[in-house]
């Protein structure tokens, strides 16, 4: 088993679906991570930052689903990262609807010592200098896993296309991907993000499943076709996290591997989508999740007579 250390969000945020509409809740990609990472009782830590405002509730909340927090600063005086967002109809797409840094303007992160030496490393969504400090701050990983978010591409990407440049793989939406290459086929767009640095590059599609791209190789899992979505925010993360989770349970980092972890990311997805905020992840079960990945290979597995 692999040390996993993530950065990331660790926020509040205000939901519009068309199911109804949530005050400040916690949220963040840190979280959404960590949570999903700690279905595989890997060693993790989340470097992240909050301000004072910020409930203990929340961060015991980590600390009881086993992520270390002692890499997450506390900023006395200082207001978490806000986010709010609005989901259309189609629960796919979403605008914006505001985005306060706050206490991570100013954020340096600082890896705790114990987590230096990490062997897989997940870069969540924040500001990429960020993500690059913490991954110059650790000693030899053997993956770097990067997600980032339009609001970067806009509002930093020179800083971006170098951390961009430094990791192994990325995951990133489509819409996002085709914005970062600026291809409309998928397939175009992975082959030019490779070239900016990641061997691998994993396309986030929603409801649409991943694609997994590596060299000539291409890999799809679907989503789950669930009746009840509720909320979307954090699929994205939760992926990630799943896909992080399982990489460092097994310290695998084939290509091969990467096929399961990319079924293990859809599926614990498709439980975050069922609740609003971290609200599903929080009390979600193993032999919820085993028997779920039976469904995924049900889904997926079929017998064919080539003629
Ligand atoms: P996802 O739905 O997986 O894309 O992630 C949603 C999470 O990302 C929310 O919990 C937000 O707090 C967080 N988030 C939104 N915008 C940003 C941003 N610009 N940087 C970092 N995290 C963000």
Not at 161 to 179: G, H, L
Not at 188 to 202: E, N
């Amino acid at each position: 088993m692999s040390k996993l250390l993530i950065v990331g969000t660790v926020a509040f945020d205000a939901i519009e679906t068309p199911f109804g509409k949530t005050d400040k809740i916690l949220g963040g990609a840190g979280t959404y991570i960590g949570l999903s990472a700690s279905q595989f009782n890997v060693d993790s830590a989340v470097v992240s930052v909050v301000g004072d405002d910020f409930p203990q509730e929340y961060l015991d909340l980590l600390t009881k689903n086993n992520i270390n927090i002692e890499g997450i600063e506390v900023v006395p005086g200082g207001k978490t990262f806000f986010w709010s967002g609005r989901y259309h109809n189609d629960l796919n797409s979403r605008d914006t609807l505001d985005t306060q840094l706050n206490v991570l303007a100013d954020f340096k992160p600082v890896v705790p010592t114990e987590y230096k030496d990490a062997e897989i490393v997940m870069l969540g969504n924040l500001h990429p200098l960020v993500q690059l400090s913490v991954l110059e701050q650790l000693e030899s990983p053997k993956l770097a896993i990067l997600d980032t978010m339009n609001f970067w591409m806009d509002n930093a990407l020179e800083d971006l296309m170098e951390v961009i440049s430094k990791v192994d793989v990325i995951t990133i939406n489509d819409e996002e991907a085709r914005q970062l290459s600026g291809e409309y086929s998928l397939a175009k767009a992975a082959k030019k993000i490779a070239t900016m640095g990641p061997k691998y590059v994993v396309i986030k599609k929603g409801e649409h499943g991943a694609l997994l791209f590596h060299e000539e190789q291409v890999f799809f899992a679907p989503a789950l076709p669930l009746e009840e979505i509720f909320d979307p925010t954090g699929a994205g993360d939760t992926f990630a996290g799943g896909f992080a989770g399982y990489i460092a349970k097994t310290g695998d980092i084939s290509f091969e591997n990467m096929k399961n972890a990319i079924i293990y990311g859809s599926n614990l997805a498709s439980f975050c989508v069922e609740k609003f905020g971290t609200e599903r992840m929080v009390e979600l079960s193993g032999e919820e999740v085993d028997s779920r990945l039976e469904e995924f290979k049900k889904l997926t597995q079929f017998e064919i007579a080539l003629t």
